[in-house]
Each structure stands twice: as C-alpha cells, then as structure tokens.
C-alpha cells in the first residue's frame, strides 16, 4: 500500500488501531525506524492531548480489509476515522494494510494482559509503515 502514503520525514509519527470498543496507539521516529505502544484509547475525544503531547508530522491509521484484500464494514468505518483525523487535526494520514497486525501482536504479547493487544498491534502497523516507506 505504498502508493497512498506520505514519504516520511523528520517529526514523530502515532499510529491508530482503530476498533470500535478500543483504539490502538502507538509512537514512532522515522528517522530511528522504532515505534511504541502507548495506552489503547476508548473514544476519539482522548486524541487531542496525545497530539498535543507528541506533535506529530504525520498519522497512520490500520486499514484492516479480508485476508484477501478486499474491503468490509470494518474498513469503511477506518477509513471514516482516517478521514476525522484529517479533518480534525490537519495533519498527513497515511493509510496501512493491517491484516494480519492483531494476530501478530497477539503472538507477540502471550502471557501478557489482553488490553495491550490494540496499541502493539498499532506498534507493528508503525513498523510496517516504517518498512515500506524505506
């Protein structure tokens, strides 16, 4: 999904999860090529103060699609919270395949609390950004 994400640049980038009871957060430096979970979000209301903490160049949102590519009611619903985003915060959002980004992040989270999953799976969405934009 290349073709419909910003080049990335100097400046902090959060990524989104986004899931209708939790949202996945987590911060990366593209410059360093690392990302971080922060704690999951419950409403888009709790965004604001993470934009003003992090100052962010740019946005990544999950667009989570079947495991053969094609789009469902989970992706519009992405895509509409990509858009509020934008809107709201006047800021580049890049869009990234997540398909396979929650179980990763289960995988990589066993033994570990289940409420975590959301904002590691939006840790490995910052990577996988991180790795195509390269």
Do not use: C
């Amino acid at each position: 999904m290349k073709r419909d994400m910003p080049e990335p640049g100097a400046g902090t980038v959060l990524a989104f999860d986004f899931g209708l009871k939790r949202i996945g957060v987590a911060v990366g430096e593209p410059e360093l090529r690392t990302a971080h979970p922060l704690p999951s979000l419950s409403r888009f209301e709790e965004i604001p103060p993470l934009i003003v903490e992090w100052k962010p160049a740019r946005l990544v949102v999950g667009r989570p699609t079947s495991v053969q590519g094609e789009p469902h009611a989970m992706t519009r619903q992405a895509e509409d919270f990509a858009r509020r985003l934008e809107r709201r915060f006047r800021l580049p959002v890049a869009r990234v395949d997540e398909r396979f980004s929650s179980v990763e992040a289960e995988s990589r989270l066993r033994g570990a609390r289940r409420k975590n999953v959301d904002s590691v799976a939006a840790q490995l969405l910052l990577e996988q950004y991180f790795d195509e934009a390269a």
